[in-house]
């Protein structure tokens, strides 16, 4: 059984004034939700005024991003070992790194790599844009992605990541993916893909977010697909509420 899993990604939202705001709103509705893991994930900025506040909840902290070496003259970068003082998360390759910021499957790998060292859950994100979508695509960039952003991992140490499915074509659009579509290339093209890369035992036990457009009135139509272990929100994570909602229906 993989322990569903839901983590609000907030972009670039919030000061660490209005994150405190909306943590205040968050912590007891989702402290009041057992059987899911439950990820928050602001700006850096915000990372140390939100770790001082999740304290003993038992709702975990990420980072959106970080690089991959430990520390050196890298102007405006975070390093693992700065992650890992407030977070136990962090998200890696999501689709806004990759299209504003150059960030490439190797770039991805490096930072999975280090992360898996220095003992971070990394979220790594896979998805087609529209065109790729739109012109058959999906697998085979989903699986370039898969097998050279998980490349050269342990098979012991895989079972640590969670993969997160978002379509470019679904972020910030309001066109979600159906469930349907959605749990096909997990259970078709990223659950194989893994298990080709770690072994059946181990591909089982890694969780596969859907990501794009979640919100709390199309939840469940991706929580009650087999292949569909949770979500990466964006949007929507930022309704206290809405984003409470998003994760009672993940653990249902
Ligand atoms: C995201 O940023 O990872 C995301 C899925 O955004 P949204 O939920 O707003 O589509």
Redesign the pocket.
């Given at each position: 059984m993989r322990k569903p899993f839901v983590a609000g990604?907030w972009?670039m939202n919030k000061t660490a004034a209005e994150a405190r705001e909306l943590v205040s709103q968050l912590l007891g509705p989702l402290m009041d939700i057992r059987g899911v893991e439950k990820v928050l994930c602001p700006p850096f900025t915000s990372l140390f005024a939100v770790a001082s506040m999740l304290n003993d909840s038992g709702i975990g902290l990420g980072a959106q991003d970080m690089h991959w070496e430990e520390k050196g003259a890298f102007t405006g970068e975070i390093s693992p070992g700065m992650v890992k003082e407030l977070c136990n998360y962090v998200i890696l390759g999501?689709s806004?790194r990759r299209t504003y910021f150059g960030e490439t499957d190797s770039m991805v790998n490096k930072k999975l790599q280090t992360a898996l060292k220095h003992d971070l859950t990394p979220i790594v994100?896979v998805g087609e844009t529209l065109d790729e979508y739109e012109s058959g695509r999906t697998s085979e960039v989903v699986l370039r992605q898969i097998n050279l952003g998980l490349a050269d991992v342990a098979p012991a140490s895989a079972s640590r990541i969670v993969v997160?499915y978002?379509p470019v074509w679904?972020?910030?659009?309001g066109k979600a993916s159906s469930g349907e579509n959605a749990n096909a290339v997990h259970g078709q093209v990223i659950r194989p893909a893994l298990s080709r890369l770690f072994g059946e035992e181990n591909a089982q036990a890694i969780r596969i977010l859907y990501?794009?457009?979640?919100t709390a009135a199309n939840a469940s139509e991706f929580f009650q697909q087999p292949e569909i272990d949770g979500a990466?929100?964006?949007?929507?994570s930022l309704k206290a509420e809405e984003f409470a909602a998003i994760v009672r229906a993940a653990g249902r």
């Open positions: 990604n972009k999501h806004e994100c997160a978002e679904a972020i910030g659009t990501g794009g457009s979640v990466l929100v964006g949007g929507a």
